[in-house]
């Protein structure tokens, strides 16, 4: 028993306006947005930010105001900046929260629009189909066989029935059969119907135990937990420097205060407290980044995954197709049309008369694919006579039953003096109909096996003259003439075989997973150009297999024909057990527990199930394939420029903590480094580290190198070396500087000018040959990079500040430099790095690396 509803047109814009403001959106109660305060004290609680504090409170004790005041002023800045790059990874978070909320169909206006689940008011007809979760409170108007899994809400495993709302005021409390509603975050186990929201948000029985959901915290990463060990190892390597350092000073020049700050400079060289800004700013830009290209990502994890990927499993329908039937061939005994060719050349006779009768053997308002298909073929071939059929009465129907697949109509002309009837169904059913003696239908029937094996779905057409006197019972009283085949499929998507062919060269096996025929699923293979078309395994030999066996046979697999969904589960556990890292797709409830068990879930947005979005690492907002590619692609980028950054934070805090320590080791030999300068140069690194890198294009060869392994250190024994040889370059080259200036008897400013201004422009080197460790500089500068570039002229501008502007000169205790000493500095900067252009020519490392 269901109400009618075909005459609710549902809320219009207006009136949804109106419950928005009344209502709110319909968002559940959550932690929000991290306050003010929070911030400021995660700020001030950085190790970096409580050596600046410590610096100026010591110049303060000293009587040096000035110095004091700059430092205070560092705080102000690197507090702004952290303050202003917490709110931007904020605001990229929350949209992609946006993203990612589950979407409901609703009835508005009388058209049914799929809209992000937060925008569900208090009145809207919510449509509800198998696989949905309920977006809000609503009481049922239309019943057709509803389900409703309540255990979210009630902890009852068993679904639970319902019925139609009978009018009653008083609304019942989720639990048990029978009840005229259905409740937010619930999922729809089987039936569809149709119902209107009386609650959102809040205010829904869901809303109301949400504040529970608060605390619970995202684990972390193994990322983040590399990431975390190696800031502590830094920093316990500081603080033993430091303690180091203020005792070697003070014994060897006997002033507690001053080596307290040569401590605290030395110290504050030395922590790349860097790191989890780089991370943070890579992972949440990262993310937002994938979803400009159709890839939401739901877990951060997915994103550490998607360099490791090593197979591929992938659905054939939607994902490798359109979802969407075509007419690919028309056949008849006299010739064959191609329908597939961009501009077909004009239909024979032949074939139009096929697809004519193919159209009058269908429903006129189709609901089934395959009719649509037929329709939409002869009104794009021939849409006149497409037209003309309006002019025709359908005069009777005989539809497909299980011992007969195939339907007739019966038409007659306006006139009524003329009545025709046409069939199509499947080719042994029409042919069997035409009575067509044994040799022609064996060879009719071959033809049928040749486009089937092609992955084809094939429909046989014939057409009968009708006596309106005498209209037979059956479909076997019309004396069908035989006029030919319709063939369709569902084609592939046209990026699919360059996106395949891209996942070999990248090391990653594509496996297909399909429900069709294994005749059909080759087929497809064969034109998307998957390897080893003959490695097939069937529904029923999974089902026959041993785990081991088939743990064996799915080393070199490349299809799963005939499967259901919950053989998806044991395929994703056998691929892991031989040590692959697998990425699955899927869109139905029972891809659920595949989606989980994959190192990465891939769910789609157009026509995924609620609950496999919410079992799944990843969302495609287009659910095509070639976008899994270009997450691929877009997560071994991330990968690599996160190694990059973190290169080159390590190779420059090796100079600055090696110029900071070799003065304050040596009596009578002038300090280099001052707090303000470390300062400064944290101005420099900061948006270097993160901004530039994470903006910095993939390298040309990252889809042509194998998968890096999951167990890899981002920063690994190469990347140290690498590091090191870098930051003692570069070390080298500074102290050489400093000596001779020395040895020259270069006054104090001077000097530290020499040694300051050369890693200033070294670091400008350092960040541009690190941008790639395949191309030279020169092809490195021809890349564009609009982070680069400001960077580029924000630090020479401050160069020429400091070094001609009297009072930054004297902040900064620098000696003003003329030209000819400018070029010598950067000259020599550039030749300290010079020597990894060369390493990089000889055995050009990649970031895959370590």
Not at 103 to 126: F, K, M, Q, S
Request: glycine residues 6%.
């Amino acid at each position: 028993m269901t109400t009618p509803i075909d005459k609710q047109q549902g809320l219009n814009a207006q009136e949804v306006q109106e419950r928005l403001k009344q209502h709110g959106y319909n968002e559940l109660p959550s932690s929000g947005k991290r306050k003010l305060w929070k911030l400021l004290w995660d700020v001030v609680s950085e190790p970096m930010f409580l050596l600046l504090v410590a610096c100026a409170v010591l110049y303060l004790i000293l009587g040096d105001l000035q110095e004091a005041l700059v430092l205070s002023a560092s705080v102000v800045i690197v507090m702004a900046i952290e303050l202003v790059q917490e709110r931007k990874t904020e605001h990229a978070l929350e949209a992609l929260k946006n993203l990612s909320s589950p979407r409901a169909l609703v009835i508005r206006e009388g058209v049914r629009t799929r809209i992000p689940g937060r925008e569900v008011v208090v009145d809207d007809l919510v449509v509800l189909a198998e696989g949905d979760r309920v977006p809000a409170d609503a009481l049922v108007l239309q019943n057709n066989l509803l389900n409703v899994d309540e255990s979210l809400l009630t902890g009852e495993s068993v679904p639970v029935r319902k019925q139609l709302w009978a009018g009653e005021e008083e609304l019942p409390a989720p639990g048990g059969d029978d009840l005229p509603c259905v409740y937010s975050g619930t999922l729809i186990v089987s039936g569809t119907g149709i119902a209107r929201v009386f609650a959102t948000g809040s205010s829904t029985e869901l809303g109301k135990i949400g504040k529970s959901l608060q605390g619970v915290k995202e684990e972390e990463t193994k990322l983040s937990r590399d990431t975390g060990k190696l800031v502590r190892n830094f920093a316990l390597f500081a603080l033993f420097l430091c303690v180091l350092v203020i005792v070697v000073y003070y014994v060897s020049r006997g002033n507690l205060l001053d080596s307290l700050l040569v401590g605290i400079t030395l110290a504050m060289s030395v922590l790349p407290e860097e790191f989890p800004v780089v991370l943070t700013v890579f992972m949440a830009l990262g993310a937002w980044r994938m979803s400009k290209k159709n890839v939401l990502t739901r877990r951060t994890q997915a994103i550490e995954n998607l360099g490791s990927a090593t197979v591929l499993c992938t659905d054939k329908t939607g994902t490798l197709t359109y979802n969407r039937m075509t007419v690919q061939k028309v056949w008849s005994q006299s010739g064959s049309a191609d329908l597939t060719q961009k501009q077909p050349a004009p239909l024979p006779e032949s074939s139009r008369e096929i697809l004519l009768h193919g159209v009058l053997a269908c429903l006129p308002q189709p609901f089934d694919p395959m009719e649509k298909a037929i329709h939409t073929a002869l009104e794009q071939a021939d849409d006149a006579a497409h037209t003309s059929i309006q002019d025709l009465q359908l005069v009777r129907e005989y539809p497909l039953t299980d011992e007969l697949r195939a339907m007739t109509n019966v038409w007659q002309n306006a006139e009524g003096s003329q009545w025709l009837a046409a069939v199509k169904g499947a080719p042994e059913a029409v042919l069997g109909l035409c009575k067509l003696d044994p040799g022609t239908y064996e060879d009719l029937m071959r033809q049928v096996s040749a486009m089937a094996d092609a992955g084809l779905r094939v429909l046989g057409v014939a057409s009968a003259e009708a006596d309106p006197a005498a209209l037979p019972a059956a479909q076997s009283g019309f004396g069908f003439h035989f006029l030919g085949f319709l063939a369709l499929a569902d084609p592939i998507r046209e990026t699919v075989p360059a996106a395949v062919k891209e996942c070999y060269r990248a090391g990653i096996r594509v496996i297909m997973i399909t429900g069709d025929y294994v005749g059909t699923a080759r087929a497809i293979g064969q034109q998307i150009g998957l390897r080893n078309l003959d490695k097939v395994i069937t529904g029923a030999e999974l089902a026959s297999m041993s785990d081991e066996e088939l743990r064996e046979r799915s080393r070199d697999v490349s299809i799963f024909a005939r499967v259901v969904p919950e053989q998806k589960l044991r395929i994703v556990q056998a691929l892991k057990a031989n040590n692959e890292v697998v990425a699955m797709t899927g869109d139905g409830v029972n891809d659920a527990p595949a989606l989980k068990a994959a190192n990465i879930g891939i769910s789609m947005g157009q026509r995924g199930t609620d609950v496999a979005r919410e079992a799944s690492a990843i969302v495609l907002t287009d659910d095509d394939f070639s976008s899994i590619i270009s997450a691929i692609r877009m997560g071994r980028r991330i990968f690599d420029n996160l190694r990059k950054s973190f290169v080159y934070v390590f190779s420059l805090h090796v100079p600055i903590a090696g110029m900071s320590l070799i003065p304050a080791m040596l009596a009578d030999y002038p300090l280099i480094f001052f707090p303000v300068h470390i300062a400064f140069l944290e101005l420099i690194i900061d948006p270097s580290c993160s901004i530039v890198f994470e903006m910095e294009g993939e390298e040309d060869d990252v889809m042509n190198r194998p998968p890096r392994s999951p167990k890899e250190s981002v920063f690994g024994k190469r990347m140290v070396g690498i590091g090191l040889a870098q930051g003692f370059g570069v070390l080298l080259v500074l102290a050489a500087l400093y000596f001779i200036g020395h040895f020259r008897g270069l006054p104090e400013e001077h000097l530290r000018s020499w040694v300051f201004t050369t890693l200033v422009f070294t670091n400008i080197t350092l960040i541009s040959t690190n941008r790639s460790w395949n191309k030279n500089l020169l092809r490195i500068f021809q890349t564009p990079n609009k982070a680069m570039t400001y960077l580029i002229a924000g630090v020479f501008a401050l160069v020429i500040l400091v070094n001609r502007v009297p009072a930054l000169t004297n902040i900064f205790h620098l000696h003003q430099l003329n030209f000819a000493e400018l070029l010598l500095c950067l000259a020599v900067g550039t030749l300290s790095v010079l020597w990894f252009e060369i390493y990089k020519l000889l055995h050009r490392p990649s970031p895959a690396q370590s």
